[in-house]
Every structure is written in C-alpha cells, then in structure tokens.
C-alpha cells in the first residue's frame, strides 16, 4: 500500500497564527500542530491539553500470570533496581516509577521469558478489561500490532475464547507473532487481511471487536521527552 506523505501532509496543513508560532516555540510543536489544536478545542483548551502533553507517563508491566504471579515478578524486577507501583484497578499490573541505567525494562531475563509485557501507558489495558466484563467467547483484535491488547485479552480469556489478532499490514504482524511466542500463547490466531473482510474469509461472527485504528499518534507525544 503505497502512501504519499505529501499529500497527507497537505490534508491536515493549516497556515498558524501568530499565536500558535509562540506557543508552538515554547512548547516544541510544530505551528501547524498547534494551530489545528486552537482550531478545534480553542485558545484556552489548547492551553491545557499543552500543559497535560508535558506531564510524562509511566509506563506498565503488565504480568503474564500465566507463567509467574504479579508479586513474584515484582520482588524480581525490584532485585534488578526496578521501582514499581501497583496500580489498584489492575491486579496483574505495575507502574515503572524508576528504573536502573541497566538493564531497561524491556531487555531483563523475564521480560525474554515472557512473564510480562511493557505497555507506554495503563490506558491500553481499559478497553480489554471492558471488553471482556461478563464475557466468554472469541474477539477480533481488528489492528493487533504490536500486541498489547491481543496478548492480554489471550491471557484473560485462556482456555474461554480464541483472539483472533488481525493487522493489514504484514511487517508490523512480526512483533505481534514474536510476544505470542514469547508469552507462550497458545490462544492466538494471527491473521493478515483487510478486517472488513474476515468475516466473509473466516465464515465467523465475532461478537467482541477491539479496533485501535491507526491515527496521527499525536495522543504519544506525553510518552517521549520533547
């Protein structure tokens, strides 16, 4: 699928004020940006939601209690100079407060065993956990990659359902097959198709649909230092 950024770029180009020249060059954004942002929330909106894009998030270990139990990692990580906080609405998760120079969190002996998986926020866990409230049965993760959902509701749902993790596109389903193999999911059907056609491919009705489709990634911008 080809796509031309050019024209892309053009859709969502708007000329910036004077004022969004001055708040994007206090707060690092590109004017454009900025000028979107006041168009469609206001001057004093935009303000805040600036304001909020500065506070950084933690980011989440989500344990895979199919292998190794949340306290037992964390006593683990904690070993290694990891700082976690539990996070009350999730049994099987922590925040990373801090975290030692090394290893990162992301390249530990248990991270490769797959006892857990490194959301960017506790966000992405909500939607699996309301998806899946009172529920048995199969779900279509609709634009599975990198995994994080897909995993998760596999984890949930074990031996109750089957999650069928779609993407459209082929290279981004590498990192979905590598956590599956890693977390030793034995739950998961990978397939590669336009999620507007699976039903008709797969002779399948899903009635649970995770779709978290693909967009500007703005709302990420909270996640990376400026």
């Known amino acids: 699928m080809n796509i031309d950024i050019a024209s892309v770029y053009r859709d969502i180009y708007t000329t910036p004020t004077q004022e969004a020249v001055e708040l994007a060059l206090k707060y690092g954004y590109l004017p454009y940006m900025v000028q979107r942002y006041i168009d469609m929330l206001g001057l004093n909106n935009t303000l805040k939601l600036l304001e909020a894009f500065e506070k950084r998030v933690k980011p989440v270990v989500r344990t895979n209690t199919l292998l190794i139990q949340p306290r037992e990692l964390k006593k683990r990580l904690e070993k290694l100079g990891f700082q976690l906080e539990e996070i009350p609405w999730s049994r099987e998760s922590y925040w990373v407060v801090s975290q030692p120079e090394s290893p990162s969190i992301g390249a530990t002996h248990e991270y490769l065993k797959g006892y857990y998986y490194v959301h960017r926020d506790a966000t992405s866990l909500i939607p699996v956990y309301l998806a899946l409230h009172e529920y048995s049965g199969d ?75 693909p967009c500007s990634g703005e709302g990420r911008i909270l996640c990376r230092p400026r």
């Not at 634009?143 to 109750?160: E, N, V």
């Open 139 to 213: 779900v279509l993760d609709a634009c599975a990659a990198p995994g994080g959902k897909a995993t998760f509701t596999a984890q949930l749902l074990h031996d109750k359902g089957v999650v069928y993790a779609n993407d459209l596109v082929l290279y981004r389903l590498k990192a979905v097959i590598g956590h599956i193999a890693r977390m030793k999911l034995n739950n998961i059907i990978v397939t590669w198709s336009d999620a507007r056609k699976l039903r008709d491919k797969l002779k399948k009705r899903f009635y649970r649909i995770l779709l978290d489709a």
